[in-house]
DNA sequence: CGATAATGATACGGCCCCGTAACGATCGGG
DNA sequence: CCCGATCGTTACGGGGCCGTATCATTATCG
């Protein structure tokens, strides 16, 4: 069940999909803002800045200002847990869905074209 | 030749990665800076700043300061071209190829971890 | 030789992100 | 009921990258 792919490989398809995402206007999101929008989509919820942060390993403030400006992009939205008013629950949104969808088609898309080496 | 993935092994392989790269203290490369190493690593040179600028759709400047900072890192090397001395080739250099390695690495490895889903 | 073009670097103002430290709000145990 | 712990946010100073415009150097062509 492994996806087999070889370094030559490996490395083709990183360069295509970050040239594909350089000249994408819209793509602007930083590696970091990449991994925690990649985790709130592919991770179960509930999903709080305590928990993502731990997950990355980074400091709390860089989840909070993450989430405010992926949050301007309509990619995240967040709510107060009523049970728990210290805790904010990070939700999705159909623009971050679509977001990611449109990632994993680039990849995929790039993927295909690859050449044996 | 083909390379078959599925959207959602793309999403997962693109996700582990990103969070290897967040907790990786050494690699700080943007997005930019990333698909601009690449290009220098895989494509045949001569690389030239204003080559590498069209390429990847981006200005000049851009390209000047981003063999800055990766020159800074070791990962690339300029030297001006004797010929046409308004020229600048872009050289690579060990650890630049060690990075590019180590990326190559880190992508398989996290390929051969996924599942069929 | 002189004017023009081309190349890469630099200056500038602006914006975003970082890490540390502090803060207000809320919860929970004694 | 209160005091400490926890949560997320904000303030601050610093640094990096951006795009536009401009610059010095070098090549080219009439």
Redesign the interface.
């Known amino acids: 069940?492994?996806?087999?792919?070889?370094?030559?490989?490996?490395?083709?398809?990183?360069?295509q999909v970050?040239?594909d995402?350089?000249?994408d206007a819209h793509s602007d999101?930083?590696?970091?803002q990449?991994?925690i929008l990649?985790?709130i989509?592919?991770e179960l919820p509930p999903h709080t800045v305590r928990g993502l942060a731990s997950r990355?390993?980074?400091t709390k403030p860089v989840i909070t200002r993450a989430l405010d400006s992926m949050g301007k992009l309509g990619l995240v939205s967040r709510r107060r847990d009523e049970t728990d008013k210290r805790n904010v629950v990070i939700q999705r949104t159909v623009a971050g869905a679509l977001a990611?969808?449109h990632?994993?088609?680039l990849?995929?898309a790039r993927?295909?074209?690859?050449?044996?080496a």
Chains 1, 2 share one sequence.
């Open positions: 069940m492994a996806l087999e792919i070889k370094p030559s490989q490996a490395l083709k398809l990183w360069r970050h040239l995402l350089v000249q999101l930083s590696v970091r990449t991994a990649l985790t989509y592919l990355l390993g980074v990611v969808e990632l994993a088609d990849v995929t993927a295909r074209e690859l050449g044996p």
